[in-house]
């Protein structure tokens, strides 16, 4: 079977405030590499021939191309992000030519998805035109109502992570439209626009980093991995 075009879109458009610092968490290190670097090579692992678009901050371009020009970063090309999520998305769309049967989308800061993971979210897109990698949720939950809160049944929940993957044809069409709050990853998006969205399993290793308590648990699943990799 003839492997599916696939574009890649690295949303890296984030100021990093929850994580404090000086500069975004995209450009913090785990392992001695750039999270973004780690992220960028992971797709280019998992989907050799894919286009990579990264999606970054005006201000931010020319100092991650410095930054990444002192590692060794798989090629990809930047283009400007927008003012929500939303609009930085749609920017990295528009610069994809027509020549893709799927767009990923991966948070920048998303930097330990496997090859294995990658590989099954297309191939459950390929089979359903869209898909979202989950993983149960395992800590208790309560509602909150004003001064009030009461218990909720965790087991129909579940924790939604990137990549999200669609059909080209879908995912265009779905951001061909006014942006509105909901909009809070890029499956609300095509679900507003009438499609349905299939779930795939995802990685609990696969976190986003947006806190400096992520940053603590990110060195130790680098460290891991490398320990992993040596005993291959």
Not at 58 to 67: G, P, R, S, V
Request: charged share 25%; with cysteine.
């Amino acid at each position: 079977m003839e492997q599916p075009r696939v574009g890649v879109i690295i949303v890296a458009g984030g100021s990093g405030k929850r994580m404090g610092g000086a500069l975004p968490k995209q450009f913090s290190f785990v392992g001695g590499e750039p999270i973004l670097a780690r992220t960028i090579n992971a797709f280019r692992k998992a989907l050799p021939s894919s286009r990579i678009v990264v999606v970054l901050p005006a201000e931010y371009i020319d100092f991650w191309k410095n930054l990444s020009a002192r590692f060794e970063v798989a090629k990809h090309s930047v283009v400007e992000g927008g003012e929500e999520r939303f609009h930085s998305v749609r920017n990295g769309i528009e610069s994809l030519n027509d020549a893709v049967d799927l767009i990923a989308v991966q948070d920048g800061v998303r930097p330990f998805a496997t090859p294995e993971l990658i590989n099954r979210a297309v191939e459950c897109a390929l089979q359903n035109g869209a898909a979202i990698p989950v993983v149960k949720a395992v800590d208790s939950y309560r509602v909150v109502e004003g001064e009030e809160s009461h218990i909720t049944d965790r087991t129909p929940l579940r924790i939604v992570q990137t990549p999200q993957i669609f059909a080209a044809p879908i995912l265009r069409a779905a951001y061909d439209t006014p942006f509105r709050k909901e909009f809070t990853d890029d499956a609300s998006v095509v679900e507003h626009s009438g499609e349905k969205v299939a779930l795939c399993e995802g990685d609990y290793f696969n976190i986003k980093i947006t806190t400096p308590t992520d940053l603590v648990i990110a060195e130790a699943i680098a460290a891991e991995l490398k320990e992993a990799k040596k005993e291959e």
